[in-house]
């Protein structure tokens, strides 16, 4: 059964950091590429960034880029997201997602809140 599992969500104060974890199972989570995704309430989804199956390579968002870092450890089956530098903006519901080919999933998100 697959499953990806977010955590590491909560309140933050602005210019705070936080760290996601999406916990992988049920697949062969070295093949895939991993992404994280967040919308935030009356929003579409959308992309934060990704990394690539070995980890080599990281593509981010302008609204990003610079403040959030995505790692991923294999050998654990976890894939991260590094948050600094947190704006009001940043409050959304973030998602992991991994893809490999046509094979997509999706875990249940965790909530991100920025406020003072």
């Known amino acids: 059964q697959v499953q990806l599992v977010e955590s590491g969500g909560g309140l933050v104060q602005p210019g705070g950091s936080l760290r996601l974890s999406c916990a992988a199972s049920?697949?062969?989570?070295?093949?895939?590429?991993m992404s994280w995704y967040r919308q935030a309430p009356g929003e579409e989804r959308e992309l934060v960034g990704a990394?690539?199956?070995?980890?080599?390579?990281?593509n981010y968002s302008d609204s990003v880029k610079g403040r959030f870092t995505i790692t991923r450890d294999n050998a654990k089956n976890t894939v991260y997201l590094q948050m600094n530098s947190l704006k009001f903006e940043d409050t959304a519901v973030y998602y992991c997602?991994?893809?490999?080919?046509?094979?997509?999933?999706w875990g249940q998100g965790t909530q991100v809140t920025v406020s003072s």
């Open positions: 997602k991994s893809q490999y080919g046509r094979s997509v999933y």
């Open positions: 049920g697949f062969t989570f070295s093949r895939y590429t």
């Open positions: 990394i690539s199956s070995a980890g080599g390579r990281t």
